[in-house]
C-alpha cells in the first residue's frame, strides 16, 4: 500500500473517530462551566465539518452537468482554504479552552472570546421586531460580560492599550496565529511556514495562482493536495487530543477509544515538524 493510501486510511480513521467521540459523550458536559462547554463542542463540529468536505475533495470530483462531463480533478487550492479554517478554529479552541494552566485565566479567555462574538454584530440594523428583540437583547449580554471582563484579576493585570482591544473585540490581544500555535505545541517556523502557504489561497496570492496553473494532470493536484491533508490530519488528531482532556468522561475513557493511538501518533507528528 502506497503513501497516499495509507493517508486516506488514516484520514478516514481519525474522522471516524471524531464521530465516535461525540457519540461516546452523548451530551455530557463538563457540570463545573456548561456554557464554555458548549462552545468547545461548536469549534469541534466546525473543525470536523471542515476535515469532512477535505476528505470529499482529497478523493477527486467529476463533474456532470447534462450531457457535459468535465475531467476528474483534485481541489487542492479550496483544500488548503479548508485546512486554514480548521487551523484556525483549532487555535482557538485550544487558547480558550486548553492552553491556560489557571481556571482565572481559562475563564477570561472564553469571556474574551465570547464578548468579541457578540460585538462582531452590535452595530447591525434590525431589520425587524425579532432582530431588534436580538440586538437589545445581546446588548445585555454585552453589558454583562463587560462587566465580569473588568472584574477580573487578568483584565486589571494587563495595560490601558490591551484592555482597550479587549473591550473592543480583540480577543487574542497582543498573539499572533503564531504565538497561539507555539502555544498548542506546534514549531514556530513550520507553522508560519505552513499558514502562510494556506493563506496564500485565502487571499489569492500570486504564487497560489501560479500553482493552481502549473497543475493541471491529476498526479499534481494530488501532490499540492497531500501537503494540506497533512496538516488537516494533525489539526484534527490535535483537536480530539484536547477534546478528550477536556471532558472528564472521555477523558477517563480514552483507552478505550480503538483508534486512539492513531490520535496520539499524528498529534505527535505535528508538534515534531519543523520548517
Not at 462574538?117 to 449580554?141: H, T
Amino acid at each position: 500500500m502506497g503513501m497516499e493510501e495509507n493517508r486516506k486510511m488514516d484520514l478516514d480513521i481519525l474522522i471516524n473517530s471524531a464521530v465516535e467521540i461525540g457519540n461516546r459523550l452523548g451530551g455530557q458536559k463538563n457540570p463545573v462551566d456548561q456554557e464554555s462547554l458548549y462552545y468547545a463542542e461548536g469549534l469541534g463540529q466546525k473543525i470536523i465539518s471542515h476535515i469532512i468536505s477535505v476528505r470529499h475533495l482529497y478523493h477527486g470530483q467529476q463533474l456532470t452537468i447534462g450531457a457535459n462531463r468535465y475531467p476528474t480533478q483534485i481541489d487542492f487550492a479550496s483544500i488548503a482554504i479548508l485546512v486554514r479554517a480548521a487551523m484556525e478554529t483549532y487555535l482557538t479552541l485550544n487558547h480558550v479552552f486548553i492552553s491556560a494552566t489557571e481556571n482565572e485565566e481559562r475563564r477570561f479567555r472564553f469571556l474574551c472570546w465570547h464578548l468579541a462574538g457578540f460585538l462582531d454584530r452590535k452595530d447591525f440594523e434590525p431589520k425587524n421586531k425579532a432582530q431588534l428583540d436580538l440586538i437589545n437583547s445581546e446588548r445585555e449580554s454585552i453589558d454583562r460580560l463587560t462587566h465580569e471582563i473588568q472584574s477580573s484579576p487578568c483584565f486589571i493585570a494587563l495595560n490601558k492599550k490591551q484592555q482597550g482591544a479587549i473591550l473592543k473585540g480583540s480577543w487574542r490581544i497582543d498573539s499572533s496565529w503564531g504565538t497561539l500555535a507555539v502555544n498548542a505545541g506546534f514549531d514556530e517556523g513550520f507553522f508560519k511556514q505552513q499558514y502562510k502557504f494556506l493563506c496564500g489561497y485565502a487571499h489569492s496570492s500570486r504564487l497560489s495562482v501560479i500553482q493552481i496553473q502549473q497543475s493541471r494532470s491529476l498526479e499534481k493536484q494530488q501532490e499540492m493536495a497531500d501537503a494540506s491533508v497533512g496538516v488537516a490530519m494533525v489539526v484534527l488528531a490535535k483537536f480530539m487530543f484536547d477534546y478528550i482532556q477536556l471532558i472528564p468522561a472521555l477523558k477517563e475513557a480514552q483507552n478505550e477509544l480503538e483508534a486512539f493511538a492513531i490520535i496520539y501518533v499524528w498529534k505527535t507528528i505535528g508538534e515534531r515538524l519543523e520548517k
